[in-house]
């Protein structure tokens, strides 16, 4: 007879643990007593889950043993945490001057037609996220984009559905084997 880790950290649980949970008591357990343990904490729980729902805040908070408001407050403040599902692949226009005179809004609005979502969405097979962010710093390349790591500059509209295929193509293959 083996006996089941519960979870008893959010109203309404059915009592199943996420594996993933295992995973961030490791992260916990290595990073809780260090100068910034909650950024760094958060930081790989947003990798094992995707996002950071209210769960994981939840026993985040609970296992550090402070404030649910203590997390919270720094999952918002910092652009880089999600409370919500992103895709596989964020795909972030830079909206700073130079890219938006340069056409970054063409961008905008060329991703939003391919992929059928606007900016702050998630496809439904959560592969893509379109986001804009303020200058990357890559002023001379406008406009530009990233596409998770992958800097891409003077782009225009027309490349958009090479982008797209370039990355539907890579999760393919991933998902082939190949």
Known sequence: MTLEKKCHTCPGCDGARDPKFDELDQVIAA??????ALIMILHKAQQIFGYLPEEVQR???KTLNIPLTDVY???TFYSYFSL???GKYR?????GTACYVRGAGELVTAFEKQLDIKVGQTTPD???????SRCIGACGLAPVLTVNE???GNIGADRVPSIITKYRDRQQALATGN
């Open 126 to 132: 959560r592969l893509f996220t379109l986001e804009v």
């Open 31 to 36: 990073h809780k007593s260090l100068e910034g």
């Open 84 to 86: 919500t599902p992103r």
């Open 59 to 61: 026993y985040v908070a």
């Open 91 to 95: 795909i972030a226009i830079c909206m």
């Open 73 to 75: 407050g720094v999952t």
């Open 150 to 152: 992958d800097v891409y």
